[in-house]
């Protein structure tokens, strides 16, 4: 069966990381080519948004990952994709646009986040899939990140603004909501609007295509008896006007019609602080500070250092 992606040069699309640090994070970027390497690989000619400074890059769509050993002590490799379309328009449940787009997507979310839903932190300019596993404040709560491969596990504390229903997306599905657990409870963080025909004016638009046949073949007949009585008044017009000696014969006679930024290790940046609600103030100094004047490291220098380790408890 051939599938055919959705990826156009100049379309908006989210492309996932596999470097060290990154590991499993989505960064915005946009189109600027694509090719089809000598041993058939597809790849996209990407732009990141977010890092100007980085420079434009070839990402392979398709990747082999091995997954952690199973129950029978063997590893076995999946087929990850690593672009995905631009994240939809997402809002609270009370707060759904009357007026969208036919053709667009809407994600709608409960007005509060719990434990177990599955969201995507905004950090350092790129998102990570993670788990709420802990609300100690009205605006903080406690994720875990997913594990190697993955992503880069351990937990973090994450602001409230800064978190968005996860999705997954896969070229035959499209986008779908993966299921939340907690308690011995099950549940879907969030819900799809997906964009549906109107179907009344489908209808209407077929009852008129067949209909209009019908009035058209009407019509003709109407006017064509119109017109055969007028040229019957014209030619009685005609013979009384005319000697009684020529008659015309001639059938022919009568008428017709017819930002700024530079790749940096989230080990390099953050620090494992779980939330003290007694010690909010010492909690919020010891979190990982987002200073635009902390340096930087270009991701090539970074890229030397794949052996450092990136999980925190």
Known sequence: MDLILPFKIGDLAEARSLVPGFNGAWFRSKIEDTRVTESGHLEYYLEYIDYTEEAKEWLQVFRMELNPECGNGKSSASCQIMLRPSFPQWCREGQVPEHFSKSELIVTVCDTWKVGDWVEWLYEDCYWTAEIIKVPTRDMVQVSLLEPPMGEGG???????????????????????????????????????????????????????????????????????????????IMTSKRKLRPTTHKSSDPSQQGTRSSRRRWISLSERVQLHPPDTTKTTMAEENRPSNRTDVRRHSLRVRKSAMGASVRHK
Not at 159 to 181: C, M, N, Y
Not at 186 to 215: F, G, N, Q, V
Request: net charge negative; charged share 35%.
């Open 155 to 233: 937990s973090y504390s994450a602001k409230l603004k800064d978190l968005r229903p996860a999705l997954d997306w896969s070229i035959i599905e499209g986008w779908t909501v993966p299921r939340s657990q907690a308690n011995g409870k099950c549940w879907y963080a969030a819900c799809l609007i997906h964009p549906k025909p109107d179907i009344e004016e489908s209808d209407a638009d077929e009852e008129d295509a067949l209909r209009s046949p019908i009035k058209i073949r009407s019509l003709d007949a109407d006017r064509a008896s119109e017109l055969s009585n007028q040229r019957d008044t």
